[in-house]
């Protein structure tokens, strides 16, 4: 679309819709947790479902332009694994980072969390390790695997909603004009995220194709890191607030919701039955961070070792990605 710009013209709006992407996705966010709030959903239900499903918005309006190009259906894909194993090692690792630099005197901390957020948590952990190998292990991905996939989010999605809490006494609530309002401006921030994918899938695809980088590379890497943005701003935010279990709610119900929801719906628009051997390299360094993770979450206390090995395996997964490309690759 952007081919009479050239490399310089595409990369400047590459990195101008990253950036206005970022803002439109943290503007849908903020009017997002304020209808929740004025609704009365709890913390897990906002950390798990409705900020994961918000900082998803980039993947989930990538993945549909990208699917509506048959030769793009690779970013979708490897944009889907690639932002997981971002969110985990790279927004997860820096998360943990800021938690202990906060509290220097205090080398390592004591992950809290009750059983209700934990058997969410595990549970969206578990889908997205497991989905992504069962589908290696079939050998290919169709739009009947879609609809299981949509079937299992939406599957999940009434269930955490019967846990839905009650307003607290002695709370008042707004004016359904109010929430109306804030539920129109989160609309204006998806409008936003929808444009600015539209840019990057675009520019992205050009300069992949002019530097001989493969879809799946530019779609685990570069737009991968871009659609996490979101997931980055409201993580390192809440760890600043003090709430580490709501980014980790952030993280893994992000994770969760682009496994099923956005593979998914990725899946029932392609028209194409996709070789998932093609992903084999991110489908297996996406358990391996995951099985981190599970570990992490079973031990008691949490230090920066663990920080600094989750961005270490980051920069294992760039290398290797970036040292498979070829000049002749196209």
Known sequence: ?????????????????????????????????????????????VGFVLVGFATSLPE???SIFAVASPGS????????????IVNI????????????????RYPSFLLTLAKEEMGSLQFGLFIASII??????????????????LAIFVYYMIQLARTRRPREEGTMAPGKGKIRGYALLALAGIAGVVASAFFIVETASFIATSVGIPAVVIGATVI??????????????????????????NIIGSGFIN??????????????????????????FSLIINLFLWYFLSSEKISWREGALLLFLYAVFLVISLGRVSPTQG
């Open 132 to 149: 992504p190998l069962a589908l290696l292990y079939i050998g290919y991905a169709s739009r009947f695997i879609g609809v299981v996939l």
């Open 259 to 284: 496994i099923t929801c956005i593979l998914g719906v990725a899946l029932i628009v392609s028209p194409l039955t996709v070789n998932i051997a093609a992903f084999s390299n991110l489908v297996m």
């Open 1 to 45: 679309m952007f081919e009479e710009l050239g490399f310089l013209g595409n990369a400047i709006i590459l990195l101008a819709s990253l950036v206005f992407l970022a803002l439109a996705s943290e503007f849908t966010i903020n009017n997002a947790v304020k209808v929740s709030e004025a609704t009365g959903l709890g913390k897990t239900t």
């Open 60 to 62: 989930l309006s990538v």
């Open 89 to 104: 090692a790279l927004v997860l690792g820096l998360c943990i980072l800021l938690v202990v630099l906060k509290r220097p």
């Open 73 to 84: 259906v690779g970013v979708a894909i490897g944009n889907v694994l690639g932002s997981n």
């Open 224 to 249: 991968a890191l871009g659609t996490s943005i979101p997931e980055l701003a409201t993580s390192v935010s809440s760890v600043r607030k003090g709430h580490f279990n709501l980014a980790l709610g």
